[in-house]
């Protein structure tokens, strides 16, 4: 597994450095210096502000799934959740389709003693939270900026609708695998089944006994958490949060190298749109997506210098610098745990 990410991990890096690669190459007249200077002459005190909100993807995203937590298991883990949502959001971005993110949640969330049919619970009404907040927030924007949706070109205007019909067909699918667990269960047991047929699993009705029973724990977990309409509206609010929060760094990064408060709002549409957008395309390729489709809003605004300095500035705080945060934050709460030499309960193994 460790090598599989390693794998993952530097085949997000060459993208990373393809994307930059190719925003750069955009503008014959970029230079390194250039963009130095730029940030040497810009408003420190929005730079600063930009610096302050990007962690807060990383934390509010741990604060919903803290808040989750509470409500179910009866625990206060908002300092934990934090690296909950580091680990999500450091594994989401290198793993293909952010296929990494929940299980490396789901690790640090069982070593910390809840079972595993309740993180699955957690981590699934969290996605349903996360998705809605995103289409909640999408929808505004989009209802505001359907001019600026317009003068984008084509190829951008169909990543931006696929990535909206992409969010609504995985919030159905959510829903669906937290209200029907025998969803679950199926996909599961023809997983045991298969890898009994081709020698990997021995044994497989040892598997299907262990199945059966995180599926009823699963049942009951996901039924405790029905009715429970504040903390899920608690979710939901710490993800609407999350989301503004990115989108704010753009907002602030653009206010601190062009200084034009009449056009922020319009910066924070340009942003949403390319948060829809990039959902078109799995991750990895959703960087490229992203980079592509802020580059294509940030030109529709009036009196900006350099579209692709602020882009690229935009880009490295929000997202590159996101993702080097939850690095940090994943190793000091991986060090704690040993320190603290409490290890995975047998019941989750």
Same mark, same amino acid.
């Given at each position: ?9 530097? =085949?997000? #890096?060459?993208? &990373? $450095?393809?994307? *930059?690669? !190719?925003?750069?190459?955009?503008? @014959?007249?970029?230079?390194? %210096? ?99 907040? =995103?289409? #909640?927030?999408? &929808? $505004?924007?989009? *209802?505001? !900026?359907?001019?600026?949706?317009? @003068?984008?070109?084509?190829? %951008? ?116 749109? @390319? ?75």
């Amino acid at each position: 597994m460790f090598k599989k990410n390693i794998r993952f991990m530097i =085949l997000s #890096l060459l993208i &990373a $450095v393809f994307s *930059i690669w !190719a925003v750069s190459s955009m503008s @014959s007249n970029f230079t390194v %210096a250039q963009l130095c200077d730029d940030l040497t002459d810009a408003n420190m005190f929005w730079i600063g502000l930009a610096l302050v909100l990007m962690p807060g993807f990383i934390i509010f995203e741990g604060f919903a799934v803290a808040s989750l937590v509470k409500g179910l298991c009866g625990k206060k883990a908002y300092r934990k959740g934090i690296v909950y949502g580091a680990a999500d959001v450091y594994f989401s971005a290198i793993t293909p389709s952010a296929s990494g993110g929940q299980p490396a949640s789901a690790f640090f969330m069982m070593w910390d003693g809840i079972t595993a049919a309740q993180t699955t619970v957690i981590l699934l009404v969290n996605l349903i939270m996360y998705s809605l907040a =995103l289409l #909640l927030c999408g &929808a $505004v924007a989009f *209802i505001c !900026a359907i001019p600026l949706f317009l @003068s984008y070109d084509i190829f %951008a205007m169909v990543l931006i609708v696929v990535g909206i019909f992409a969010m609504f067909g995985l919030l159905i699918l959510f829903i669906l695998l937290l209200k029907k667990e025998e969803i679950i269960r199926k996909i599961a047991y023809w997983l045991i089944k298969l890898g009994s047929k081709i020698h990997i699993i021995r044994k497989p009705e040892k598997y299907v006994e262990k199945l059966d029973r995180l599926t009823s724990q699963y049942k009951n977990s996901a039924n405790a958490m029905k009715g429970k309409r504040k903390i899920l509206l608690e979710a939901l609010f710490f993800n609407i949060l999350q989301r503004l929060s990115q989108s704010m760094v753009t907002v602030c990064v653009y206010l601190g190298m062009e200084g034009n408060l009449r056009h922020a709002f319009k910066v924070w549409l340009v942003q949403m749109l @390319s948060a829809l957008g990039s959902n078109s395309i799995p991750i990895p390729g959703g960087m490229g997506v992203a980079d592509y489709l802020l580059l294509q809003g940030l030109e529709k605004i009036e009196g900006v210098d350099s579209v692709v300095n602020l882009e690229l500035v935009c880009r490295g705080l929000s997202f590159y610098g996101c993702v080097v945060t939850s690095i940090v934050i994943i190793l000091v709460g991986y060090l704690l745990r040993i320190r603290k030499n409490n290890p995975l309960k047998e019941e989750n193994k």
